[in-house]
């Protein structure tokens, strides 16, 4: 059952998620990230995959941008993964597993070494299925009154063989993805 349900589900690259799209995948539920990053501002992704039902409802999405990240004295450029979603009344199905390696994809074609997000802790089994692993210490990043230590937990993942995460104070020097 939960395979036919995958396979009924069409994988989408949108030029941009309209407001109609959110209110699908979003279907009505109050704070779906759990009320921390509906707080924060985040950049809009470059790159923005969704799911799209038999009747052409969209059902998921996540988006994607490359971003730079201070560690320490290094300049990392990341994929930076974000806005992961998968409506309500379709979770627990593997869809946020079709949709995240199709992201991943992605990003190793754009040349990242290595991918990036923030979740919540309730999300950090899931992504640690797909190879992320914590980021250790604080994560700061901007926001229009300044520079804020992120109230949530980041994770990264390499993407090439022999891609680290090095030691030292973690920055974005732009808004968070
Ligand atoms: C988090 C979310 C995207 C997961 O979507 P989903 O479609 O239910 O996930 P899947 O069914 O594809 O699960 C993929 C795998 O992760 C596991 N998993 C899913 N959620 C999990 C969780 N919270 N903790 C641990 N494992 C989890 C599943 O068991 C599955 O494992 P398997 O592939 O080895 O069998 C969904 O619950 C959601 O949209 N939540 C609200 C928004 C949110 O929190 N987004 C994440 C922002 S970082």
Redesign the pocket.
Known sequence: MANRYRVSMRLVELAKVTDRDWRQVIAGEPE???GV?ETLHWRTSTHRLGLRDEAGTLV?LAGLLLADVRVGDSLLQVAGIGG???TRA?????????LIERVLQVANELGAERAT????P??V??YA?FGFKLIEGPVFAQQPSGVIEMPMLAMWKPLTAGADWPEGRVELPEEPF
């Open positions: 779906p990230w759990g990053g998921a992961v979603i998968v379709a979770r627990g199905r593997g869809l946020a597993r079709l997000l923030f979740c919540s309730a999300n089994r899931l299925k």
